[in-house]
């Protein structure tokens, strides 16, 4: 048996001499073996700073040249980048009105059958013109009244009757 010193870690153990005849016995553990095969490098994360391994390959594949060290890092950030403007889909803030009546203390429920199942309630706009956005102009219909009211005008005034002594008078 020879002694050699790890290309890695610079400890000392025990070869065959076959085994450096054919070239072996470099590494003293697989460990140092497969430290020795990476060819990226270790590079600090973008939004806490630590330090994470990157192979070449990813860090060739970046466009912005930011990196991240797991998926809970890269999301906020990238999030950010597709918020209101920045979107693709924006639509000039003309269909914000859903998240507008959500942040209201108005309760969730059709204002005509009185359905409190969130999966069917939607909203309406009261003068039925979408751009006008402001919460004196909104109220939650379920989908079946919200379809009475579009196509029946009994069921519209009913609707108006409704809307005005429930959202109109208390002025939210």
Known sequence: MVDVNCGICKSVFYVKPSWLKKGKGKYCSIVCSAQNRKTGKM??????GKE?????????????????CSKKCSTPWRNSLFTG???????????????????????QICILCGTKNKKVIIVHHAD?????????????????????????????????????????????
């Open 52 to 68: 994470a391994y990157k192979p070449l390959k990813e860090l060739d594949k970046s466009q912005n040249g930011k990196f991240f």
């Open 43 to 48: 590079i600090s994360c973008f939004i806490c």
């Open 85 to 107: 403007e920045k979107h693709p889909n924006w639509k000039h803030g003309e269909f914000s009105y859903k998240e507008t009546i959500k942040r209201s203390k108005i309760s």
């Open 128 to 172: 039925k013109n979408r751009k006008n956005n402001k919460l004196s102009n909104l109220a939650w219909l379920c989908r079946n009244c919200h379809f009475l009211v579009h196509h029946y005008e009994k069921e519209n005034r009913k609707f108006l009757r409704q809307f005005s002594v429930k959202y109109a008078d208390s002025k939210v």
